[in-house]
């Protein structure tokens, strides 16, 4: 069976450091797909990465970056120069294949607080 | 209206009560799936629909019966609910292949008393 791993339950920083999600997940799959969601105060999950099992890359997008390493099964998510608006709660998911369909596997979460 | 819309957002009712959640795409989707929240615990998978065909029906009582009358519509019919129920029931879509990003609603916020 899938699983993900969140093992930070809740992290605050102060604002403008720098702060480092993680995630680690388990599968037999070798095709898979890994995202991140944010969910804030008002409750909906919003998409912020897809990365795909034969994509190692790294990704940069503004302040968000996102390191996948599948020698350790991670798929760590860090904030660079954080802000008040990035307080919310962050998800990990693994797809998984569903008959033609899929479905996913979300961690437990990490509530991220960002002090002023 | 753009992207996944829920209806309500809040919702209070009793054990004995019948009510219905609605859920609406504009993406052009084709899987639907319904997910509870509750405190402490892990997105739960409810429900998942493909071309209006259910294809996961993941161990959910019988008092949580969905409908999905075409791609873009998606209820969840609710009736003598427990205490326990109360929870965010989450809506998405997706293009429902491996890999396709799954976009949320907002969530109906659901209180049983």
């Known amino acids: 069976a899938q699983k993900v791993t969140q093992a930070q339950t809740e992290i605050s920083v102060v604002e403008k450091e720098d702060v480092t999600l993680d995630c680690v997940y388990e599968t037999r799959d070798t095709t898979y797909y890994l995202f991140w969601y944010k969910q804030p105060p008002s409750g909906e999950l919003v998409f912020l990465i897809r990365r795909n099992s034969f994509d190692e890359q790294n990704e940069i997008s503004g302040r968000y970056s996102w390191n996948f390493q599948k020698s350790t099964s991670s798929f760590n998510f860090t904030i660079t120069a954080s802000q008040v608006v990035d307080s919310a709660v962050y998800f990990c998911?693994?797809?998984?294949?569903?008959?033609?369909?899929?479905?996913?596997?979300f961690g437990t979460g990490t509530r991220l607080t960002i002090i002023p | 209206e753009t992207g996944v819309t829920q209806t309500p957002r809040h919702l209070v009712m009793g054990m004995t009560n019948k009510k219905s959640l609605k859920c609406e795409q504009h993406l052009g989707h084709n899987a639907m799936y319904w997910y509870k929240q509750s405190a402490k615990k892990p997105l739960e998978l409810m429900f998942v629909y493909s071309l209006e065909e259910r294809v996961e029906n993941n161990s959910v009582p019988s008092r949580f019966s969905p409908e999905c009358p075409n791609s873009s519509h998606l209820f969840l019919h609710l009736h003598t609910l427990q205490p326990e129920d109360s929870a965010l029931y989450l809506c998405a879509s997706s293009q429902g292949r491996l890999g396709d990003t799954q976009y949320f609603g907002p969530g109906t916020r659901l209180t049983v008393l």
């Open positions: 998911a693994l797809s998984e294949a569903l008959g033609g369909n899929e479905k996913l596997t």
